[in-house]
């Protein structure tokens, strides 16, 4: 299967937000408003940190930006596809969350602890759908508040997921039962290094303690 790559990388007009990559590595953002000075910068950061270059390096970065643009964008791409995208909270994402959040309080207000947060915000840290996501300020203003005192070593990497909008400093700290009460169809849009994804090679075992 072919992989996804820009229509028109060097001439074409440059993408929503900007040409965007995520190093897996190390969670480094190389974002740029032009192709060239964009894969110069990915470049760059390899060869200063002694990692080799991918002869492919461009072709790379092009398939993990196309994963979150819209239909249009890129060739080899099915336009029906789910798709995470770099957008905005809307009202069905606010009342997600809020079900998700009533079940947590039922259940008990369990958390992993904190090693497994640890991991889980690892992983996030260097994933392409850690982004910034705007809207609802009111919304996030009541997730930080229930999440406040849970902290990781990575709080100042986690932004926002763009699969499933939810604020990722306290995400990584709830249970998997909550959690798995989320949309399916969002599991398609989880990369498979993704703590979240059902099979994928980072889903752990839960580990579970109170709320103090």
Same mark, same amino acid.
């Given at each position: 299967?072919?992989?996804?790559?820009?229509?028109?990388?060097?001439?074409?007009?440059?993408?929503?937000?900007?040409?965007?990559?995520?190093?897996?590595?190390?969670?480094?953002?190389?974002?740029?408003?032009?192709?060239?000075?964009?894969?110069?910068?990915?470049?760059?950061?390899?060869?200063?940190?002694?990692?080799?270059?991918?002869?492919?390096?461009?072709?790379?970065?092009?398939?993990?930006?196309?994963?979150?643009?819209?239909?249009?964008?890129?060739?080899?791409?099915?336009?029906?596809?789910?798709?995470?995208?770099?957008?905005?909270?809307?009202?069905?994402?606010?009342? *997600?969350?809020?079900?998700?959040?009533? #079940?947590?309080?039922?259940? /008990?207000? =369990?958390? %992993?602890? $904190?090693?497994?947060?640890?991991?889980?915000?690892?992983?996030?840290?260097?994933?392409?759908?850690?982004?910034?996501?705007?809207?609802?300020?009111?919304?996030?203003?009541?997730?930080?508040?229930?999440?406040?005192?849970?902290?990781?070593?990575?709080?100042?990497?986690?932004?926002?997921?763009?699969?499933?909008?939810?604020?990722?400093?306290?995400?990584?700290?709830?249970?998997?039962?909550?959690?798995?009460?989320?949309?399916?169809?969002?599991?398609?849009?989880?990369? *498979?290094?993704?703590?979240?994804?059902? #099979?994928?090679?980072?889903? /752990?075992? =839960?580990? %579970?303690? $109170?709320?103090?």
């Amino acid at each position: 299967m072919a992989k996804l790559a820009l229509i028109n990388a060097l001439r074409g007009p440059c993408p929503p937000e900007g040409f965007r990559y995520r190093d897996p590595e190390d969670g480094f953002i190389s974002h740029a408003w032009d192709y060239v000075t964009w894969v110069e910068q990915m470049d760059k950061h390899l060869r200063i940190n002694n990692r080799e270059v991918p002869p492919n390096l461009g072709e790379i970065m092009q398939e993990q930006l196309c994963l979150t643009l819209p239909p249009g964008w890129c060739n080899y791409d099915d336009a029906n596809r789910e798709r995470a995208s770099i957008v905005t909270l809307d009202w069905k994402d606010v009342t *997600d969350a809020a079900i998700r959040f009533a #079940g947590w309080v039922k259940d /008990g207000m =369990q958390l %992993v602890d $904190q090693k497994e947060a640890e991991r889980r915000a690892l992983i996030c840290s260097r994933c392409y759908l850690n982004v910034n996501i705007s809207g609802c300020s009111a919304c996030q203003a009541v997730v930080e508040s229930l999440s406040a005192g849970l902290t990781t070593h990575h709080d100042h990497y986690l932004k926002s997921c763009a699969a499933c909008k939810c604020n990722l400093k306290a995400k990584v700290h709830f249970p998997y039962e909550t959690l798995d009460k989320e949309n399916p169809k969002v599991q398609s849009l989880y990369p *498979d290094h993704c703590w979240m994804k059902h #099979g994928g090679i980072n889903r /752990g075992d =839960q580990v %579970v303690g $109170q709320n103090s």
